[in-house]
Structure formats: structure tokens, C-alpha cells
T-cell receptor
């Protein structure tokens, strides 16, 4: 069966520090992968999506970047965090023409 | 902006049916209606989707009006564990991006 792993679950980072969030998928190959962010009381905002290794599309210009070094690994990074980067970060993969499976999320607080 | 409109909140008694409405008056002919839910501090969970016909699975039923401008998600026997935010989304299926609104916060009360 297909599963998606995302870590860490929570993270508190100071302003200006780097960030690295990792997402891995098991049980499938060449998945479409996505990074979303959800601010408090807001809907999900698509940040990046990837259709394959080293193929990244950015939806929103910002302080973040994404990489896909392996087929089933998707990484969200930042060189210097801002207060506005706080939020709930979700990784997802599209398992069929219609459906998406989300990871359990990372709650990031920038202080 | 989201292409769907949902009430911000609803209440339902435990054991009763929960009927969550969604308006999608600008839906295109090739767009599906998807429903997801998000329990607090977790990732969204897929519930059901449909194009024209009504659909049912082990979680819920989806009723789509004939003109496809609105739909209703039905949880036939709501439990406390169904308390969550429910999102209605329209998408062409081959489109990589889902546009999420604020959803409906459903509170199931004992």
C-alpha cells in the first residue's frame, strides 16, 4: 500500500535560521508531489509541485524553495526564515487522476 | 480564489445525518467535485468525488444537482469523530492545482 511520511511534526525556529522539511512516499513510483501551506484560519495554499526528479514548479514567489533529489523524496527549504513563514506545512501526492493523499503535516513556528 | 462556496459552520447531533452544501455555479463540464475533510492539526483526508452522477462510498454520499451548480455531502450517521472542516473543491482532474477555500467547520454534538 502507498504511504506518505512527513517530518518533523512540529518545529520552532528563530528568524533567520534555515529550514528543511522532508517528505517521502512509499509504495508508488514517479508520483506527482505537492507542498502546501496553511496559515491559521486560512485555506491551503499550494507552494510547489513536482512531476518528477528535479522538475519543480513554483506557484507562489516567496522565501521558500523545493527540491526533488529522488523519485519519492520531496524537500522544502529556506535559507533564512521569516516570521511570515509560520504555518502548517503539508506534503501530498496524487495517487490517481482524482485523489490526493496528504501527510500528517509539520507545524512550523518562527520566533 | 476558491471556485466553491460553503457555509462557514454547521452543527449536527450525533447519530443524525449531516448534510453539507456546496455551491459551484461556475463549474466547467469537465470538472469533478471533490470533498475532503481536515480534522484538527492533521492533513486533509479524501472523502469522495463525482462528476454528474450521485456517488456513495463507505464514508459518505455525494448528491450533485442536475445542473451541476451545487452538491451536498451526506454523512448518514454522524459521529463525534466526524467533527472536522469539510472542503468542497472543483477540479478538472488533470489539473495539478486544487484551489482550497475555507470549508465548512462541522461540529457533531453528543
Amino acid at each position: 500500500s502507498q504511504t506518505i511520511h512527513q517530518w518533523p511534526a512540529t518545529l520552532v525556529q528563530p528568524v533567520g535560521s534555515p529550514l528543511s522539511l522532508e517528505c517521502t512516499v512509499e509504495g508508488t513510483s514517479n508520483p506527482n508531489l505537492y507542498w502546501y501551506r496553511q496559515a491559521a484560519g486560512r485555506g491551503l495554499q499550494l507552494l510547489f509541485y513536482s512531476i518528477g526528479i528535479d522538475q519543480i514548479s513554483s506557484e507562489v514567489p516567496q522565501n521558500l524553495s523545493a527540491s526533488r533529489p529522488q523519485d519519492r523524496q520531496f524537500i522544502l527549504s529556506s535559507k533564512k526564515l521569516l516570521l511570515s513563514d509560520s504555518g502548517f506545512y503539508l506534503c501530498a501526492w496524487r495517487w490517481q487522476y482524482y485523489g490526493y493523499t496528504f501527510g500528517s503535516g509539520t507545524r512550523l513556528t518562527v520566533v | 480564489d476558491a471556485k466553491t462556496t460553503q457555509p462557514p459552520s454547521m452543527d449536527c447531533a450525533e447519530g443524525r445525518a449531516a448534510n453539507l452544501p456546496c455551491n459551484h455555479s461556475t463549474i466547467s463540464g469537465n470538472e469533478y467535485v471533490y470533498w475532503y475533510r481536515q480534522i484538527h492539526s492533521q492533513g486533509p483526508q479524501y472523502i469522495i468525488h463525482g462528476l454528474k452522477n450521485n456517488e456513495t462510498n463507505e464514508m459518505a454520499s455525494l448528491i450533485i444537482t442536475e445542473d451541476r451548480k451545487s452538491s451536498t455531502l451526506i454523512l448518514p450517521h454522524a459521529t463525534l469523530r466526524d467533527t472536522a472542516v469539510y472542503y468542497c473543491i472543483t477540479n478538472a482532474g488533470n489539473n495539478r492545482k486544487l484551489i482550497w477555500g475555507l470549508g465548512t467547520s462541522l461540529a457533531v454534538n453528543p
